[in-house]
């Protein structure tokens, strides 16, 4: 913790609520038609908002911790990681 400045919650949030949720490529695997293929259990209409409020959910849990225990000793940054999938 001393030597480590930048803290990340969740790294990936939008790759892993895609591919896991939506198209059904990693796990957990949930997919329905049309947007992934071999698709046999979850919703892809629903599951990747309910995966992504419970991501928030969590990251907002953990920097909370962070803000109210060790930030005044620490005085890190934290933050949630994102990748930008436009070119």
């Keep these: ?12 949030a939008n790759v892993f ?3 896991g949720y ?4 990693t796990p957990p695997e ?3 038609p049309p947007f992934g293929i071999n698709c046999t259990r979850g919703n892809s ?6 995966a992504t ?8 849990s953990a920097a909370r911790l962070y803000k109210d225990k060790y930030q ?6 934290i933050s ?4 930008n999938l436009m070119n």
């Design 53 to 60: 409020h419970h991501i928030l959910l969590a990251h907002a």
């Design 22 to 25: 939506e198209s059904g490529v």
């Design 45 to 50: 209409s629903t599951e990747p908002y309910l």
């Design 30 to 32: 949930h997919c329905s």
């Design 72 to 77: 005044v000793l620490l005085k890190l940054f």
């Design 17 to 19: 609520v895609i591919a």
């Design 1 to 12: 913790g001393d030597r480590v400045l930048h803290w990340s919650t969740m790294n990936e």
């Design 80 to 83: 949630s990681g994102l990748v």
